[in-house]
């Protein structure tokens, strides 16, 4: 926090933080006058191979915060939770202008395109800024691919770290106006007011087949047999 305020600079870090006996992953946001503002923790924990975070990480229960800086309202989605529209949508609806994304993603993990496009629409559904910071080196059998993205309210890329190297990603203030956010709220309005029940969806209940089936998947991987399993005819979540 020191250093934040000896540099004049709001600052988002990420590190593995220990609450009341359960272990998160966590970002904390640090003002530019060295006032820590809270802290962000992962909701959706990643639980596939080489990612098997379930076992050291518990379910974030902070929400969806958005933190007023000294440079403007940032919200955090930690690693896996940007893949979940819902939770891009609620910084939105909580008034960020900039999302910050620490995250952890490896070489050819998504289709060619995925991890860039993804941010440019959750940018442009939003109207904010995408600024994720991607891990890069090597640990065990898993290559960081680096590659950090900035994406604007419009939904195009601004700027973009090479893949594979320790970089340190500074971009045109310019480009990162945020009287963009503005200017795209009024040519493509895409935070209107909520339609009603629309938007009220109650966490779905899943029933116990499913359930069954999706563990002994688990089970059967490496098998051959895990499609046999997983029968997509099937509707899984019930009234």
Known sequence: MAKA???NMVVVINLFELEDGKTYDSSPVIDADGTLLGTTQMVHVADYE???EKSYYAEGNHGA???DTAVGKIGVAICYDRHYPEFMRALGVNGAE???IPQAGTVGEWPDGLYEAELQVASFHNG???ALANR???EDQMEFAGESVITN?????IAQSPGGVDDILIHDETDLDLAHIIANWTSHPTLPEPIGVIYCIDKPTYN???INQIEAAKKAKGSGNVQGLLNAGDTWIVD
């Not at 309210?153 to 890329?157: D, I, K, N, S, T």
């Open 153 to 157: 309210p419009e939904g195009r890329v």
């Open 5 to 7: 305020k000896e540099h």
């Open 128 to 130: 904010y800024f995408c």
């Open 50 to 52: 080489c990612f098997y």
């Open 65 to 67: 915060p958005v933190y």
């Open 136 to 138: 890069v080196g090597k």
């Open 208 to 210: 116990q087949e499913m």
């Open 98 to 100: 900039v999302v910050v």
